[in-house]
Nanobody, 119 residues
Framework: QAPLVESGGGLVQAGGSLRLSCKAS?????????MSWYRQAPGKQRELVAT???????DYVESVKGRFTISRNNRKKMVYLQMNSLEPEDTAVYYC????????????WGQGTQVTVSL
């Protein structure tokens, strides 16, 4: 019954790939929600990585452009983050987040999934 649940994290070598998944609960209309992926590394502030709007416009932090792809499946209430060419600097806990209005922060967070990239 958690609002958002992530999966798909793991340990990979530099240059490898992972696909993260986030499932939204029935409390969300979802088709009307913008969705994002954030990450937080040890000792660092949480960083916005990627966003996909309800009309499927996307945006990425500069450091992941060309390597990460965010997508969504509204019928399944799922959002995904395909991560390719992973680097050690990508190591972090990755969180899914949902929005309901402009001008405010996320209204729900997932529990996080660990991504570790080794040399």
């Amino acid at each position: 019954q958690a609002p958002l649940v992530e999966s798909g994290g793991g340990l990979v070598q530099a240059g490898g790939s992972l696909r993260l998944s986030c499932k939204a609960s029935r409390r969300f209309a979802f088709i009307g929600n913008d969705m994002s992926w954030y990450r937080q590394a040890p000792g660092k502030q949480r960083e916005l990585v990627a966003t996909i709007t309800r009309d499927r416009r996307t945006d990425y932090v500069e450091s992941v452009k060309g390597r990460f792809t965010i997508s969504r499946n509204n019928r399944k209430k799922m959002v995904y983050l395909q991560m390719n060419s992973l680097e050690p600097e990508d190591t972090a806990v990755y969180y899914c987040a949902a929005y309901v209005a402009c001008g405010s922060g996320p209204v729900a967070w997932g529990q996080g999934t660990q991504v570790t990239v080794s040399l």
